[in-house]
Each structure stands twice: as C-alpha cells, then as structure tokens.
C-alpha cells in the first residue's frame, strides 16, 4: 500500500527515529522445543473447562477487573486501589513511563536489562542512563550515585533479564534514599522462582512501584495478564495513561481461578525449574560454557563460539535466546528451564551432543564421494534409455523434496513424472548397468573421486570415532572405499542392507549403537540426511554437494534443520571443539 503521508508534521516523534518494533527471533530450521522466551508450564486442561461457561457469558461485554484487582490486593497485603490489573508486566511499565517521563526527564536502569524498558522510556520522551551489571551483586551504589535533578524513574529488574541476578531490599532502601523524587520501579516478573519476594518490603517505603506477571511461572503468556502494585495515587495515574479495558474477560476469568485452583501446579512447576538452573548451569560448566548464577528460569552463560551453539541446538530442534545485536551479550546464550524430565533429558543431550561430540557420522555420496559424474549421471543416462530426458536440476529438486535417498526409486520416479511407467526391476537393471559397466565399456563408478584428504579423514579418525551411512550396496560403498584406502579411517559402516533407507532415522541409531556412543554430529548433502540425523538425536550439518549451488543447498537444508550448511565437508574442522 502507499503511503500518503508526506507533511513531515505527521512523522513519528525523533525519540521513535532508528527505534525498530520489538519482534521474537525468527527461526527457519524447524523448532518443537522453544526455550527462548521463558513461558511457564501453562493452566490444566480443566482449568480452561471450567471458565468456558463463564466466557459465554460475559464475551459480549467489556471486561470489569475489580474483583480479579481485589483478590490480587489480598494476596499482596495492600488495600484495592492500590492494585491495577494490566496486560502483562509490559503493560504496567510502559503506563508507568508515559506518567513519570517526558524530554528532559531520565530514567536510570541497569544494563543488560528486559529489552522493553529502554523503549517504553524512550518512547515517552525520556532519556536512559544505564548502569552496568553483568554479574555479581546489585550495583546500587553506583546508581545511586548516577541520579541527578531530572531522576524521575529508577528501575529494577530482579530477577534480572536476561541474567537472573537478582537485588535485596538493601539496595531498593539505598535506592529510595538517594533519589527520593523518583519513582522507585521493582520489576519482579520472574520474582517466583528467586529465592525472596520482596514485593511487601517494598511497598512499606514510599514512591515504590512494583509490577508482577503471570506470564513466567503461573504459564499464562498467552493471555496477557500481570498488575502493577503501588501506592494509590500512582495507580490511579497508571489507570489513566492506559486503554480501559486492557486485560480480555477471559483472561481475567482464566487468572483468577488459576491463581487459586493452580497454586500447588505452579509451586511443583516453580520447584521443577529451580532444580534444572543448578542441573543446566553444572552441566554447561562441564561442557566447557561459563554459567551465570540464576534466580530465574533460565541460564545466561558465555561460549566460546554462542551463535555456534545456538545453530547446533537449532539443528536439535531446540530454540535458546542469542544476543546477536548486544555487544557484550555476543558471547552469551540464554536457555530457558523446560519445567519437564522428558525435555530436560533432551535438552541435556542435545547440549552434549552440540558441545562435545563424541563421534562423526557421514553419509557417503556427495559427501566423501563425487557422484555428479556417476550416480547422478546413471539417473540422466538410464531415463534417456526410456526416451525421458531428466536434468540435473529436476534431480536436485527431488532430492530437496526428500524420500530420495534409493537412486533406483528415484528413477523411476522421475520417469513416472513424464508419463512413463517402468517396472523398478527393469529400471534398476540398466541402471546398474551404466553405472557398474558391462565388460565392454567403463562403468560410470570410475568418475568418482574422493572429497575429502585421506589425511584429514585420519586426524579426524585419531581424534573421535567415524561412521559411514549410505544408501549405497555394500559391496559399492566397500569398493569406493577400498580404491582411495580410507576403509580404516571408518569403524562403522551401515549400507542398504542394514536398516530402512532415510530418512528413517533407523540407520543412524544403528551406525551409533555399533559405535557404542550416544552423542555425535553427522553430516550430509540431502534433505533425508538431515531429517535422519534429527530424528536420532544427532547434530545435522549439511554439505552442498559437487556442482550444487550452495546458496540454494544452504537454504533447503537449513530449512530442514541442518545446523550449518558448508561449501565443502572439510570445513567440519573449523567447527569441532
């Protein structure tokens, strides 16, 4: 759609200029286990039964929080007015900025901190100052010290985002005392799984704001329901710097029972994932990753290589949180806590499997065999024995489309494509003619030469113990690799004979079984590579094979999961620890 707006009186304010709109990370390799962005365990099923009556009934008319707003005023030991039910945490500090800032106000956080705070503070005219804190103890000394005449707000976020530390009240009264003019802003959105809530210690001081969520621990994210806990006053400010009816009747219907009906729910939950930050953060330490104490449902470590790992665990099917535009964030990841033992137990081997591989997996053809001159040939050579003419391109695309990984089959299939049906037996039969030779002319095997150094697949043999898993008949993938005298490079070879083609993850569980390990990288130039290698529980990477365009292979493969695509399989050395 054009746009007409060009008065640049109509323009969005200068504090919005070069300010982009907040957006989840997008990821193209396919995810079923997201821990980057902290949701909790979620209501019971009947929990959702129980407020459908209710939602019938009051669907049709605009939401009334009092009495959601008066159960959280007795949860919290303040009086009703002193509570305002918001659209999440998010709402309530974003209210709070547009009644404490305008230009010539500023606001004190720390840094790294909840990526909202800045906008909502620059989005009400005000300015940030920040205040490191990385690690260690709350720096509220140094931002005491930082506040000035134009202080109107000092925020913090405890348990910290995305670090999980957290402060005291110590801090808060230093706070409160240095910058008494200021509105003291407690962020306590993941305050259920620290080890102190200190949310009525708070608000025994004045000018103290505290915003709470049921996003994190209580699993509503979905339902965009928090509140804001503060003296009267202010929250009748924030009231009126909002929309009326900010928080839907269904989720107000869906909180309040599950702040009753759920509580041992969440408790369990919330005792679940206090154990898995000391279980994530002693394995990341064993893994050679520095961890971060946590108070929150996640660990924020440092990597040698971060978006390595992020890609590896995405190869998993696992999402964690990278930082790729924050300059001391680089080297970090944040993973959340599933809240669950089967997915603890898969994010522990995928974290093992991604960090310190115990052995390497290859498939063979286009991989550690050119076969652009010999199979793929053979496919080209044996249709146009049926007058069909099929193109390396049409063979590119039916590999990418997958089930590809029977050369005979896929043959046959391409023929069947142009309308002519051929039995697999006659099919395979010239097949193997052209590509095995018949005593009179060369077969097409001989074109076929080796794609990596005999002396690099023997380092990384020293190193870690290989495997082959082909499609291949034994006795061809023996003879390619009895001609280039790798065999001894590789302990384990699975072949056609062995176990259901890929992409059944079948044969790569066998070829680890025989290697007596569980936790490997493999690596391979097709789609059914990659989702056979995912569905055993192996790190995929991906290979653009001889003469395919690697920007295309990258994209197909990556979206079918591969961790990294590489231009050539050699290039696995630059990525193993």
């Given at each position: 759609m054009n746009s007409h707006i060009d008065d640049t009186s109509l323009l969005p304010a200068d504090r919005l200029a070069g300010q982009r709109a907040y957006r989840r990370q997008q990821q193209v390799r396919p995810i079923d286990l997201r821990l980057d962005a902290n949701e909790g365990l979620g209501p019971d099923a009947s929990l959702l039964e129980a407020v459908r009556d209710e939602f019938r009934a009051t669907a049709r008319s605009y939401p009334d929080a009092a009495s959601f707003e008066a159960m959280l005023a007795r949860r919290e030991g303040v009086e009703p007015e002193c509570v305002l039910a918001t659209a999440g945490a998010d709402d309530a500090l974003d209210r709070l900025c547009r009644v404490m800032l305008q230009p010539g106000r500023s606001a004190l956080l720390t840094r790294p901190t909840f990526e909202m705070l800045p906008r909502f503070i620059r989005s009400a005219g005000g300015t940030c100052r920040e205040i490191p804190w990385m690690e260690g103890p709350f720096p509220a000394r140094a931002m005491a010290e930082a506040a000035t005449p134009d202080t109107s707000m000092l925020f913090v976020v405890s348990p910290n985002n995305p670090t999980g530390n957290v402060a005291n009240i110590d801090d808060l009264r230093l706070l409160r005392a240095a910058a008494p003019r200021a509105l003291l802003v407690l962020d306590h959105a993941y305050v259920e799984f620290a080890d102190e809530d200190l949310t009525r210690a708070a608000m025994e001081m004045p000018g103290v704001a505290v915003t709470r969520t049921l996003s994190k621990a209580w699993g509503l994210a979905g339902m965009r329901a928090g509140y804001l806990v503060a003296e009267a006053q202010v929250v009748r400010w924030a009231r009126q710097a909002g929309l009326p009816y900010a928080v839907s009747g269904l989720s107000l219907a869906l909180a309040q029972r599950h702040l009753v009906e759920g509580e041992d729910r969440t408790r369990r939950h919330v005792a679940r994932v206090r154990d898995e930050v000391r279980e994530i953060g002693r394995l990341l330490a064993s893994l050679g990753a520095r961890p971060m104490a946590s108070q929150a449902n996640f660990v924020l470590a440092r990597f040698t290589d971060a978006p390595l790992v992020a890609d590896l665990l995405a190869g998993a099917g696992i999402a964690v949180r990278s930082f790729p535009d924050h300059a001391e964030l680089a080297d970090c990841l944040r993973i959340g806590c599933p809240g669950d033992p089967q997915a603890m137990d898969r994010l522990a081997c995928a974290l093992r499997a991604a960090m310190k591989p115990r052995g390497l997996l290859f498939d063979l053809d286009g991989v550690l065999a050119d076969v652009s001159g010999s199979y793929r040939q053979a496919i080209i050579e044996t249709a146009a024995s049926f007058e069909v003419r099929v193109t390396r391109e049409a063979i590119a695309e039916a590999k990418a489309a997958g089930n590809a990984n029977n050369d005979w089959a896929l043959t046959q299939r391409l023929l069947a494509g142009s309308g002519v049906q051929a039995g697999l037996e006659e099919v395979t039969r010239r097949f193997e003619t052209l590509y095995q030779g018949d005593g009179r002319?060369?077969?097409?095997?001989?074109?076929?030469?080796?794609?990596?150094?005999?002396?690099?697949?023997?380092?990384?043999?020293?190193?870690?113990?290989?495997?082959?898993?082909?499609?291949?008949?034994?006795?061809?993938?023996?003879?390619?690799?009895?001609?280039?005298?790798?065999?001894?490079?590789?302990?384990?070879?699975?072949?056609?004979?062995?176990?259901?083609?890929?992409?059944?993850?079948?044969?790569?569980?066998?070829?680890?079984?025989?290697?007596?390990?569980?936790?490997?990288?493999?690596?391979?130039?097709?789609?059914?590579?990659?989702?056979?290698?995912?569905?055993?529980?192996?790190?995929?990477?991906?290979?653009?094979?001889?003469?395919?365009?690697?920007?295309?292979?990258?994209?197909?493969?990556?979206?079918?999961?591969?961790?990294?695509?590489?231009?050539?399989?050699?290039?696995?050395?630059?990525?193993?620890?």
């Open positions: 002319s060369r077969g097409l095997r001989d074109t076929e030469r080796l794609l990596v150094e005999r002396g690099q697949l023997q380092r990384w043999a020293s190193e870690r113990p290989l495997a082959i898993v082909t499609g291949r008949p034994r006795v061809d993938a023996e003879r390619f690799l009895d001609r280039f005298g790798i065999r001894e490079c590789f302990r384990v070879l699975v072949c056609m004979e062995d176990a259901p083609l890929k992409p059944d993850p079948s044969p790569v569980q066998l070829a680890m079984e025989r290697l007596g390990i569980e936790h490997a990288w493999m690596i391979g130039d097709t789609v059914d590579d990659v989702l056979a290698a995912r569905g055993a529980g192996v790190i995929p990477f991906g290979v653009a094979a001889p003469g395919e365009d690697i920007a295309r292979a990258t994209d197909t493969l990556t979206r079918a999961g591969a961790a990294r695509v590489l231009s050539a399989t050699s290039r696995l050395s630059e990525l193993l620890p």
